[in-house]
């Protein structure tokens, strides 16, 4: 098995170089020294972490400074992933219902302070101090994941009434406002909220508002159900190989994890972030402030959670990053303007080699003052 992925990296590993940063000439990238090692961090790391498909971008002021894809999309049928392949995003869609729901605030249908029982019918009295902006931030003291069972039944299919009926059947980590504590229930319940305020669904809201104005026409909502065109298929590693990921549960209402979407979506939603035409200014850099900050240690200023992005100040420069489950990464730099996206279709990858690392090494190869493994705020 590795080998034969080894040989599908090399065969179907492209590149496209795009527009190039200020100017730039595609045929002239001396102003970008490093950029071929970009390719060549991603093939070994790739191979090193058991990788079947990879799909990385590197932007700059929301303009394309490198674009390639690696690997295969389906293993079976030997498909190789490209721009167009669509990958589950996991919670790199926080961000995205983060700017939802901060678009509701500044339209002033909504408010930071709303309690989270002004829009949940019959909620538990654990819930009456939760505010919106503890949700956000990660601090309303909810746990992380959905129990399995409703009312003591296994369930494959999550209905919107039986994940929220699992949501109010689970106890509290911590009293709202004194702990953070990384919550998918917290942003399914922002889910809620936002189809409460605009009285539609969370995935017709984020297509009429988001990605439809963006032309963001390979972006999707999870369901099991659906025929997606060039959807990438799910691994694992196990036992020394890469074994397809079985998907047996159903979501209807994916507001913490749900999105599906494209390198070149992507490039989009990231080339609205940099310049935005569309999205409310003030709304989009409110997801960027720090909510809650963690202790600081030696290579940064400051780090904590915002509002569905994980965020940093080193040097005075604000680094925002995400990862998810399903094996994507995000990091912006707000200041310089760089930003990489890379989507992989292997999850639960070791630390070392998680897609989170390939998008440091990536940064690293465009701009050396970034470290390659990251800023460790931490230590």
């Not at 990879?54 to 190789?80: C, D, F, K």
């Not at 297509?207 to 390979?218: A, I, V, Y």
Request: a negative charge; aromatic letters at 10%; proline letters at 3%.
């Amino acid at each position: 098995m590795t080998f034969r992925v080894a040989i599908w990296h090399a065969a179907f590993a492209f590149t496209f170089f795009i527009t190039l940063v200020d100017g730039v000439d595609a045929k002239d990238i001396s102003q970008l020294p490093h950029i071929e090692r970009v390719d060549t961090r991603i093939n070994n790391l790739m191979e090193e972490g058991h990788f079947p498909g990879v799909a990385v971008t590197v932007m700059r002021a929301g303009q394309t400074v490198h674009i390639s894809t690696h690997g295969m999309a389906n293993l079976s049928h030997e498909i190789p992933v490209t721009t167009q392949t669509v990958f589950e995003i996991a919670s790199l869609t926080k961000q995205m219902t983060a700017l939802a729901v901060m678009t509701l605030v500044e339209e002033e249908r909504l408010s930071l302070d709303d309690r989270l029982v002004e829009w949940i019918d019959d909620a538990p009295s654990a819930w009456d101090k939760i505010t919106v902006a503890q949700l956000l931030s990660h601090t309303a003291g909810l746990t992380h994941r959905f129990e399995r069972t409703v009312n003591d039944v296994l369930l494959l299919e999550y209905s919107r009434d039986d994940m929220l009926t699992s949501a109010k059947n689970t106890s509290m980590l911590a009293e709202p406002g004194t702990d953070w504590n990384y919550s998918d229930q917290g942003y399914f319940l922002l889910g809620i909220i936002i189809e409460e305020v605009t009285e539609q669904s969370y995935a017709n809201y984020m297509q009429e508002n988001f990605f439809r104005p963006l032309g963001m026409e390979q972006t999707h909502f999870l369901d099991q159900r659906k025929i997606v065109p060039h959807l990438a298929k799910g691994y694992a590693w196990n036992n020394g190989e890469l074994q397809r990921n079985r998907r047996v549960w159903q979501f209807s209402l994916t507001s913490h994890f749900g999105v599906m979407s494209s390198l070149e979506d992507l490039s989009r939603w990231e080339a609205e972030l940099s310049n935005p035409k569309h999205i409310n200014q003030n709304a989009l850099e409110a997801t960027w402030q720090i909510q809650r900050s963690f202790d600081t240690g030696r290579q940064c200023d400051t780090w904590g959670y915002a509002r569905g992005w994980q965020a940093q100040i080193v040097n005075g420069r604000r680094i925002l990053n995400h990862g998810g489950y399903s094996g994507t990464a995000y990091i912006r730099d707000v200041d310089t303007g760089l930003s990489v996206i890379v989507l992989t279709n292997r999850e639960d990858t070791p630390n070392a080699m998680n897609p989170l690392s390939l998008a440091w090494q990536a940064a690293n190869a465009v701009d050396s003052s970034i470290p390659s493994g990251g800023y460790k705020c931490w230590e």
